[in-house]
C-alpha cells in the first residue's frame, strides 16, 4: 500500500522552529524514520512539505489518481484557515490522521479550531514527533485488517 505524508507551512524549519515547542528533530529525520517503518512492513511512503496551499491541494488530488491508500497530514497553520484544503481531502476521500506536534488545545484560542478534524479518522496532538509514528501506526493497522 502507499501512504502519503504531507507537511503544511514552516514545517521546512522543524529542528530550528521554537524547539522549545516542536522539538529538536528536523523534517527529514521524521520522515526517514517513516519512511523506514513503512518499508519493513513492505509499504510504500510518500512525502511532501509546502509552504504553499495550492501545492499541498494539487497533491491531494494526485493522490487520489495515483491510488494513496492513507494519509497523514499536519496542516500546520493551514489546519486553522483552509477550506479549501479541507475540501480537497473530502473530495479525494482518502482516509487521513490529522497530525501535530504541539498541543493545539493548550495554546492559542485561534488554534483550538481545525477545518479537517471533524472529517479524519483520528487526531493527534501533543506528542511531538511520536504522533507521526503514532499516527503511521494506526494507519497501518487499518490498511491491513
Ligand atoms: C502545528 C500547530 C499549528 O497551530 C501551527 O500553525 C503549526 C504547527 C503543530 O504541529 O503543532 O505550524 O500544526
Redesign the pocket.
Known sequence: STILVLH????NMLGTREPEV?GHETLADIDDRLRETAAQQAHHLLHLQSNAEYELIERVHEARAEGVDFILI????F??TSVALRDAMLASGIPFIE????N?HA?EPF?HHSYFSDIAEGVI?GLGSQGYDLALQAALHRINR
Request: glycine fraction near 6%.
Open positions: 503544511g507551512p514552516n514545517l516542536y499536519n496542516p500546520a497553520a489546519t486553522h497530525v501535530h506536534l504541539s493545539v495554546r488554534r496532538c
